[in-house]
């Protein structure tokens, strides 16, 4: 099985910096992609950032030029990097990893339990 530990939420001011970790464990062989998503209140999950294992990034329009995905993969870890938030992107914010696990040697999707991030003044 993959664990994956997200921290890095809070409360921001509009204008302000966050920045969200998550760490996947467990008896993990590969990670392909990692990914960040987010759900608003009555609202549909949706992509926020992913990166591939060989660094390709995309982003959600609404975040270009604001948020940076990144990984390093000796640590497991993936981080979004949030500049200038805005109200908007008030929302729980999850992680998401396709891992192959040394017991099956197949991809699957695992999920974070999903940080809070509030951007109010």
Do not use: H
């Amino acid at each position: 099985q993959v664990q994956l530990v997200e921290s890095g939420g809070g409360l921001v001011q509009p204008g302000g910096s966050l920045r969200l970790s998550c760490a996947a464990s467990g008896s993990i062989f590969s990670i392909d992609v990692m990914a960040w998503y987010r759900q608003a209140p009555g609202r549909q999950r949706e992509l926020v950032a992913r990166i591939t294992g060989g660094g390709s990034t995309n982003y959600a329009d609404s975040v270009k030029a604001r948020f940076t995905i990144s990984r390093d993969n000796a640590k497991n870890t993936v981080y979004l990097q949030m500049n200038n938030l805005k109200p908007e992107d008030t929302a729980l914010y999850y992680c998401n990893v396709q891992a192959a696990t040394i017991a099956t040697m197949r991809r699957g999707d695992y999920w974070g339990q999903g940080t809070q991030v509030t951007v109010s003044s």
